[in-house]
Each structure stands twice: as structure tokens, then as C-alpha cells.
């Protein structure tokens, strides 16, 4: 276990999501936060990728998440901090609701701290994997 | 962190800095120098790997130049940054960004990229890159 306290205030916030205490989650970011969601290629394709601001924002971000992803698991096996950040790093395995696909990924998560509070956070991953297991099949024509 | 796992922090993010620095300068000697014999590269291996020429995982020194001929082969870098590092423990984070343009279809693709290195005894072990891999699927992919 990382000593560092950016690892610890990581833990304390990935601890809030996995305990499904979101207002604790939430309380513990800045007004201001941002999150990064693997925002790129594959935003128009998995309803929780993209940029999402304040409370309402990843609050929104959080609900496009259960509307669309079963995680069959979600782990994170290191918490990590250096400067202003903190890091999560960990697996996951969803069934994607929409097409009914699974996908099993790696993921990493980069939180910025600022004066104890999560005020941003970027996700990487796999976007391929994603996009493969939300883009619906080939309609017929 | 104690004093010690500090320093050895330190100069752990001090070799990944240099491994980039040598990279970029095209010093394949130099940036095999700062990895164990026995290193692996997980570059983007998963979803993509059939399109993208060089998301694959390879071991070693031979294997990671192939890996890096594969690049050189079907990519034209427009721009390739990495400059900010993080350290804790044995792992080291490497942040940046490219903008690429594929030889073979003639698109252009953007990403951030996020390095994660476990170092052993002062030198690389594993890297493993995390970036858009929707957004180089696409390039590589021709209409």
C-alpha cells in the first residue's frame, strides 16, 4: 500500500464508489471537478465516455454507467499517488446492456488533487474493446 | 513515503524520463539499456491489435525493435510528447500525447497516452501503454 496521501484520498474515493455511496463520493471532489472519460473516439458510442463537469455532471455521467453497463467485476488492485495526482489501477469485466456483449479490460484511472479534493479525473482503457461492445450490429437493410 | 522509497522513486522516473528522452533522440541502444533483459511492452494490446500494426505485447530486446520497426513502418508521427511523470513505489506514469497520420489508409488520429512502468532494480521491467485505441482502430481502418 502506497504511504502517499493522494493514494489514500484515490482509495477513499474508489472506496465510496464501490460501496455505492455516491453522495460521499461526490462530496469528496471540488465544485469545479471534471471528468475525463476516455473522451475521444468512441464518446458517440459508449453513453458514459465523454467530458463531465461538476456534480451534476458526473452524477450524469454515474447514471449513463447503470444504464448501460452490468459490471461482472470491477477491481482495483493499486492505489498510487505522486505530486498533485492520484492513481488507481485495476480490471473490469461488463456486459454492455444495449447490445448484450462482454468485454473484460484493463483500466487505469489519474485523479488530480487539489487541497484534499478530487478535482479531476481521467480514465483510460481499451476504447476499442468498448466501442466494439456498444456499437449495435449491422442492421439489415 | 519514507526517505528511502523516495529516492529510489526518484530515480526510477529519473531512467523512464531518460528511456523517452533516448527514444525521441532514436537511440535504440540507449533505450534498451534502461530495461532488464527480460522486458516486456504491452503496447495497446487488446481490441485493436488485428488493425493496429504495433499494439501487440512483445518480450525483449529483438521482439521490441520489431515492435518499434512496425511503427516506423506504418505511422507518420506528426507530433509524440511525453512530459509529465509520476512515481510511487515500483511503478512509474508517463503522460503525453501523439497525432499520427497511418501510412496505409492516409488518416490522421489523435490520443493522449498513459505509460505505466514497473521498474525492478533501477530499470524498466513492463511497459504498458493505455491510449484511444478506438481512435487509431479507426485510422487504420479503410473506408
Wanted: hydrophobic share 40%; charged share 25%; net charge negative.
Amino acid at each position: 500500500m502506497s504511504s502517499n496521501a493522494n493514494a489514500q484520498i484515490t482509495e477513499r474515493f474508489f472506496g465510496h464508489f464501490l460501496a455505492d455511496e455516491i453522495d460521499q463520493m461526490m462530496d469528496m471532489q471540488t465544485d469545479d471537478v471534471v471528468w475525463d472519460i476516455c473522451d475521444g473516439a468512441a464518446a458517440d458510442t459508449v453513453p458514459y465516455f465523454g467530458t463531465w463537469k461538476g456534480r451534476e455532471g458526473c452524477l450524469a455521467c454515474l447514471e449513463a454507467y447503470d444504464g448501460a453497463a452490468d459490471p461482472q467485476v470491477f477491481e482495483i488492485e493499486r492505489y498510487l499517488g505522486d505530486g498533485d495526482k492520484g492513481f488507481a489501477l485495476g480490471h473490469e469485466t461488463v456486459r454492455a446492456k444495449p447490445t448484450d456483449k462482454t468485454f473484460t479490460t484493463d483500466f487505469n484511472f489519474m485523479l488530480t488533487i487539489r487541497d484534499g479534493k478530487v478535482a479531476g479525473l481521467k480514465c483510460y482503457i481499451d476504447s476499442a474493446a468498448l466501442i466494439t461492445a456498444f456499437a449495435p450490429r449491422s442492421g439489415r437493410r | 513515503m519514507s526517505g528511502q522509497n523516495k529516492r529510489q522513486a526518484d530515480v526510477n522516473r529519473q531512467v523512464v524520463e531518460d528511456f523517452f528522452r533516448l527514444f525521441l533522440e532514436g537511440d535504440m541502444a540507449g533505450v534498451m539499456a534502461c530495461q532488464t533483459d527480460d522486458f516486456v511492452w504491452d503496447i495497446a494490446s487488446g481490441a485493436a491489435s488485428g488493425t493496429v500494426p504495433w499494439f501487440f505485447v512483445c518480450q525483449g530486446a529483438d521482439a521490441g525493435n520489431a515492435l518499434v520497426e512496425a511503427y516506423v513502418q506504418a505511422a507518420d508521427p506528426v507530433v509524440f510528447e511525453v512530459d509529465e511523470y509520476y512515481a510511487d513505489g515500483n511503478k512509474v506514469f508517463a503522460l503525453g500525447r501523439e497525432k499520427v497520420v497511418s501510412k496505409t489508409t492516409g488518416k490522421t488520429f489523435e490520443t493522449k497516452l498513459f505509460y505505466a512502468c514497473t521498474m525492478r532494480e533501477g530499470k524498466i521491467a513492463k511497459l504498458d501503454l493505455a491510449c484511444d485505441t478506438a481512435a487509431a482502430q479507426a485510422a487504420f481502418t479503410h473506408d
